[in-house]
């Protein structure tokens, strides 16, 4: 069952625009995690959330987890080439953590 | 530092076949899994274990065995290959520390193809 729906699916824009990508689910998240993905490789984690509202910086790239915890953005403010890859959240639920569908980000130079 | 090692990296196989993918961790966790990745799926859980000598099936289980061979290895295996099987596996095991839900730690993929 997948309970973690990203928007939007692929994404292609020029080296210095912004972007913000979603994570969204009906149910409500104990915390949630963003992995990125860079071709050939596995994912590697970038950030947990836990508070709703929380808003967490991770040199361009800044997340927040929404009020109700039950939705989470990724913005990134002037991507770079080297931001491509496939961004993916995440749920731990006890021993199990379930994924999104992905958003992948193309940043053309 | 070795981290999550996968074997092998690519495998062909024909309709029917078996194969098992070997997975090993040096990081001394206690939890590894096996997911699947096929596009605009994201990863879905085949199967897990919390701990040495237990395992649980996750989102996917079906056409797939695990064995919890040690604390450093899980296996995956594919008893009778199917088309619908083809795509990237990917082992994965957890560090507590750092956070609710700790973290996971991914090797590099296996790719398969089912003809």
């Known amino acids: 069952t997948q309970l973690l729906e990203q928007s939007p699916q692929f994404l292609s824009i020029q080296e210095g625009e912004n972007l913000t990508v979603y994570c969204n689910s009906s149910s409500v998240f104990s915390s949630l995690q963003w992995y990125r993905q860079e071709p050939g490789e596995g994912p590697v984690l970038l950030v947990t959330v836990v508070t709703g509202g929380e808003v967490k910086k991770l040199k361009r790239l800044t997340f927040q987890f929404g009020d109700a915890r039950k939705d989470s953005s990724l913005h990134i403010t002037a991507a770079q080439p080297g931001d491509t890859g496939l961004y993916l959240c995440?749920?731990?639920?006890?021993?199990?953590?379930?994924f999104g569908t992905g958003t992948s980000l193309t940043v053309i130079p | 530092n070795a981290g999550v090692t996968q074997t092998p990296k690519f495998q062909v196989l024909k309709t029917g076949q078996s194969m098992t993918l070997q997975c090993a961790q040096d990081m001394n966790h206690n939890s590894m899994y096996w997911y699947r990745q096929d596009p605009g799926m994201g990863l879905r859980l085949i199967y897990y274990?919390?701990?040495?000598?237990?395992?649980d099936k996750g989102e996917v289980p079906n056409g797939y065995n695990v064995s919890r061979l040690n604390k450093r290895e899980f296996s995956l295996r594919l008893e009778s290959a199917a088309p619908s099987q083809t795509s990237v596996y990917f082992c994965a095991s957890r560090r507590l520390a750092g956070g609710p839900g700790g973290e996971l730690f991914f090797g590099e993929g296996s790719r398969l193809t089912v003809l």
């Open positions: 995440a749920r731990p639920t006890g021993n199990q953590f379930y």
């Open positions: 274990s919390a701990s040495e000598g237990t395992t």
